[in-house]
């Protein structure tokens, strides 16, 4: 079987984005969205709507007075922001399903998530929340190859966590292809914008990115990062963070790396118990 029709037959049955992140997104990218329709979404899940109070709510966001509707969380926390949130809330389950109810994978992929936005506030990028969304779904492959191929998966894990193996080379190996391929189209079957694609799809070879190279080198790090401290399966403590094209492409100093590597260890603590 040729290389395209693997990876048609392994995508087959696709998750949906949730039907609220769907029109969060799309509410947030028109000149005509406001926080009123927003709300009006939002309120459909009593639980997103919990969630997306109690973060606003936090000390994280500086609230003055008491956020009780979604629309003043929208004026405290900005609609990128929202919709990140709605993002993540919305996709938990999806990053909780079969090999993976033992967290590790959504662990990873939220810590991964709030990395790279605080990189991309660090390094000034613009974009800190489409930085964020790009974090959270650069694994969304992984979800996908488990659903679709579970045997042969199974397989996958056992090379990662008995051999030590990188799930790139893992997933090469046994299949013929890897998660970050496979997550690439699942985000172009959302309709995302080309730059997600492009960050889910390169976010292990960020420096053949053409339509934004500092959000995929910005997710690459992220990842690396969670990696060298072991938050998810893949744990490489030794990782030689200055030696990956990310770092390059960002131009940062070999002397900012135990700086950034504490201030992270600290974020990471402080901002994922607002995430439950």
Known sequence: MKHAALVAAATRDL????????????LV?????????????????????????????????????????????????GM????????????EAMLRTR???????????????LVSRWLARRQGY??????????????IGKVVLDLNLPDRYQQVLQMVYNEGATFLQAETRLIGFDHAEV??????????????????????DPELARQ????????????????RLGVGPERFPELDLKSLPCWQLLQ???????????EIQEQLIAEKELFG
């Not at 998750?15 to 799309?26: D, I, N, T, Y």
């Not at 730059?195 to 292990?204: G, I, M, N, P």
């Not at 934004?212 to 990696?227: Q, T």
């Open 15 to 26: 998750p949906p984005l949730p039907a609220v992140a769907q029109r969060v997104m799309q």
């Open 29 to 77: 990218a028109s000149p005509h969205g406001s926080a009123a329709d927003l709300e009006r979404v939002i309120l459909r899940d009593s639980a997103l709507t919990a969630r997306v109070l109690k973060i606003a709510n936090s000390a994280l966001y500086g609230a003055r007075g008491a956020v009780t509707t979604p629309s003043r969380a929208v004026v405290i926390l």
């Open 80 to 91: 990128k922001t929202l919709q990140s949130l709605v993002v993540a809330a919305s996709t």
């Open 99 to 113: 090999s993976f109810k033992d967290k590790l994978l959504s662990d990873h992929s939220l810590a991964v998530a």
């Open 126 to 139: 613009s974009g800190c929340e489409e930085a964020f969304v790009a974090g959270l779904l650069h694994d």
């Open 183 to 204: 997550g690439a189209i699942v985000v172009g079957k959302w309709n995302l914008a080309a730059d997600l694609q492009e960050a889910v799809r390169l976010h292990h």
């Open 212 to 227: 934004d190279p500092a959000l995929c080198a910005l997710v690459s790090l992220a990842n690396a990062i969670c990696v």
């Open 252 to 262: 940062l100093r070999d002397a900012e790396l135990p700086d950034i590597l504490e």
